[in-house]
């Protein structure tokens, strides 16, 4: 299969790595340091505080207790976590239990981390050999493993979704329970735990290992990086670069990109783990590696909110179109990896372009991801204009994005504050209290931002003593416009935005520094140059609420689908315009008086029934459809879209209104969404389709809601020949299909009639048979109709 990018195994040759811990040019404060202040991140602190409490420790536990052969004391959740993912929330809880008890001292969930960490003690000591684990038949599969049976697709291992990516869960757990919150028993299940992986993994050759990480395994190689870290050990460092993709890894060591179709979240942890490994190794090879990463994921991938990907998958860097399309904009778990990778990367590297992220990020996409009253997260956020986000239910929905979001709202002290020996750094402008107990300074930080333009902290020490006060001059503030004064007095500075502005001095108790941080508003176009633009002022993403009726599923149901919002996508010729040039667009906007943060474009906004638009920060727009990107074009440039558009809008809508169900064939997620089975089956990327095939079966399960499927729709390309397999509908024959190249250099669909027998089935299994010494596929979409 020419033309073609597989995911296939090889074996590289990867940079031997020197065993010297890397000092950090920074260090951060324990969470326990940090005190939040009244602004948008406690609320939102004191709302996950609140959903973390009203889950049911043991019904997390019940999927260890399950496998251990233990009497279990409640009935699991379901969703995600009673369909082959069982036991992946329990390790997001053990972290967020730490992560919140450090942020609010709040002793309840100190009692809930001890009780659950001491249970998972027994579970791994039931098992006898180090495991833990909430995995269905996890033991009988690890064996497999050991033996060297390995059968690894991109979400499954061994017939098993992701148990890799599930266990590294609870490792990160367990290490959160220790490091952050004290507990010693996590210690010692953790060590066990690890002690058990290199158990069944010393027999594995290289190869053996590489071809078992084809399969999503979360941040293993981090994970071992932490424990050689902790217990000083380097077997386990040994360990975390065996774990090391080197698929991934080699082209990053180059500095290529290549990450054309892969699927994002299951790339960002791996280069988390070469970024923990080279730090703990002291390889500056691994370390540029992770930065090259970074830049072409920042600077080519990501939109306005500060996340990427669409449909889980890094789209081509050079068309967003499909972002602008889907209704499966980023994933959070998507930005809450990056901007763990973003901290690593600025502790070594105090470059101010990793803070400038990591603000943009944190207040427009993980701020928003949290229902502000009732707790509910978001898993995809739509670029598409006039679409809207669906939240989960608390006690019904356990995606991925779940499990991140529980952690990501008690660590919002994290970042602040920095330190090195003897200096303090300010990151951030959250108001907030530090605690620095090694200098006697505690720091008051009062500040309404972003809805004022500036910050004020309040020193106070126990005595009067000498050091660099480091304050951050964003690079949204321009040059020469950001002013410091220390009790009242102004500060010179030739200091230029992403830099530190220093003052060094020697300071005394109640001294006062204020500062000042103009905000403008720019329009921000997609990294492709493309005519869509998002609004920002300062750091902050402004969005137009549309519509707060027609938002169907608005809170997930439990079903595999809930985290999309299916609801009717409104055509995209009719969206709102700002009719204005490229270079004069932000000028559009107008603030509101007496409404902080708030702007109309009422004088540039096409068509009329969008002129009354207001414009406020994304965090605050919820249960809403919205406008993130507008089309920003010139009274010219609008006609000749229009007629285009229209046309291309209202078959694409067509298309939608006819489809029952539809699998993006290859695609992580859509196939583990639609009980993708296979054997002898491989999938790739060619002209950024995805597409699947397999020398023996693939399967997936579709809904047919109401009945209403007729046809069959499957999307070949037309120079694959020479393949000749049958397509079946729950077990029924529909067709002998024979590729034989004749289509030509194009994507080409074709039509098959569902027999009468199966149009009354609510499931319908389309399965792909290769015939003997043949190929089924390639297949790149599969679509129900009506």
């Given amino acids: 299969m020419k033309l073609r990018t597989f995911f296939s195994v090889a074996l590289l040759a990867v940079t031997p790595l020197c065993y010297s811990q890397t000092t950090p040019a920074l260090h951060y404060f324990p969470l326990n340091a940090v005190s939040l202040a009244e602004s948008p991140f406690l609320k939102a602190q004191q709302t996950d505080m609140q959903y973390i409490l009203e889950m049911d ?82 033991q009988q599969m690890w064996q497999q493993v050991a033996a060297g049976k390995i059968e690894a697709d991109n979400f499954s291992l061994n017939k098993k979704w992701v148990p890799l990516y599930n266990i590294h869960k609870i490792y990160a757990g367990l290490i959160d329970a220790y490091r952050i919150a004290g507990n010693q028993q996590a210690r010692e299940v953790l060590v066990k735990l690890s002690d058990w992986c290199l158990d069944i993994t ?204 529980l952690e990501n709202h008690g660590k919002y002290g994290e970042l602040i504050y920095a330190h090195n020996d003897q200096d303090l750094f300010v990151n951030l402008f959250i108001p907030s209290t530090l605690q620095w107990q090694q200098k006697g300074l505690t720091v008051q930080q009062k500040t309404n931002f972003p809805f004022e333009e500036g910050t004020q902290l309040q020193l106070n020490l126990k005595k009067a003593q000498k050091f660099a006060l480091n304050l951050r001059y964003p690079g949204w503030v321009k040059a020469g416009e950001m002013k410091v004064k220390v009790n009242g007095k102004e500060v010179k500075t030739t200091a230029a935005p992403s830099s530190f502005v220093t003052i060094d001095r020697k300071w005394k108790n109640k001294d006062v520094v204020t500062v000042e941080l103009p905000m403008h508003t720019k329009a921000e176009f997609l990294p492709d140059g493309s005519s869509w ?55 559009a906007l107008t603030p509101v008086p007496n409404k902080p943060l708030t702007f109309t474009a009422a004088g540039a906004v096409s068509p009329e029934q969008f002129k009354n638009v207001k414009l ?67 999938m790739g990327t060619h002209r950024d389709r995805f597409w699947r095939h397999a020398t023996n079966w693939f399967s997936y399960d579709l809904r047919n809601k109401n009945r209403e499927a007729k046809t069959l729709r499957i999307t070949y390309f037309g120079q694959d020949n020479g393949r000749t397999f049958d397509i079946l509908v729950n077990d029924v024959p529909i067709k002998t299909v024979k590729l034989d190249g004749s289509k030509g250099d194009t994507f080409f669909e074709e039509d098959y009639q569902l027999p009468q027998k199966v149009l009354n089935a609510e499931k319908l299994t389309v399965k792909f048979v290769a015939h003997k010494g043949s190929v089924a596929g390639g297949v790149y979409h599969v679509r129900l109709l009506k």
């Fill in 57 to 138: 420790v043991d019904r997390l536990l019940a999927p260890f207790l399950k496998e251990a052969g233990l009497p279990t004391k409640a009935q699991s959740y379901g969703n995600w976590e009673n369909t082959g993912l069982d036991g992946h929330i329990g390790g997001h809880y053990l972290t967020a239990l730490s992560l919140m008890y450090a942020s609010t001292k709040n002793e309840v969930l100190l009692q809930r981390l001890n009780y659950m960490v001491a249970e998972l003690a027994k579970c791994q000591q039931q098992n006898g050999n180090g495991y833990v684990g909430g995995i269905p038949g996890g």
């Fill in 202 to 405: 010393k027999n594995l050759t290289d190869a053996q290992m590489q071809q078992m990480l084809r399969s999503e395994h979360g941040g293993l190689n981090e994970t071992f990086a932490d424990v050689a870290e902790i217990t000083g050990d380097k077997k386990y460092l040994a360990l975390a670069e065996r774990f090391s993709h080197q698929l991934i890894l080699e082209p990053l060591l180059a500095q290529k990109d290549v990450l054309n179709g892969m699927h994002a979240n299951t790339q960002i942890p791996k280069v988390i783990g070469y970024k923990r490994v080279a730090d703990v190794a002291g390889s500056e090879t691994w370390d540029e590696a992770a930065g090259f990463f970074w830049n072409s994921v920042i600077n080519n991938r990501t939109v306005a909110i500060g996340g990427n990907s669409v449909r889980e998958h890094f789209h081509p860097s050079d068309n967003f179109t499909s972002m602008i399309e889907s209704e499966q904009g980023p994933e959070t778990c998507n930005t809450y990896n990056m901007l763990k990778l973003t901290k690593q990367l600025f502790a070594t590297n105090p470059d101010v372009k990793y803070l400038d992220y990591y603000e943009r990020a944190l207040y427009n996409h993980i701020l928003s991801s949290q229902h502000p009253t009732k707790g509910g997260f978001v898993y995809f956020t739509p670029m598409r204009p006039r679409h809207y986000r669906v939240y989960s239910s608390t006690q019904e929905d356990f995606w991925c994005c779940v499990g991140s979001g």
């Fill in 533 to 587: 633009a998002s609004f920002v002022h300062g750091p902050i993403v402004l969005a137009g609420v549309t519509d707060t009726t027609d938002i169907p599923g608005l809170w997930g149901d439990g079903t595999r689908m809930g985290h999309v919002a299916n609801g009717q996508m409104y055509p995209i010729d009719e969206a709102p315009v700002i009719v204005a040039t490229k270079q004069n667009a932000a000028a």
């Fill in 616 to 682: 406020v920060p994304f965090f605050q727009v919820h249960e809403a459809r919205y406008m993130l990107y507008w089309p920003v074009l010139t009274p010219e440039e609008k006609e000749k879209r229009q007629q285009i558009l229209q046309k291309t809008e209202q078959e694409k809508l067509a298309l939608e209104a006819k489809t029952v169900d539809q699998v993006a064939a290859g695609e992580q997620q859509p196939e583990s969404d639609h009980n993708f089975k296979g054997e002898g089956t491989d």
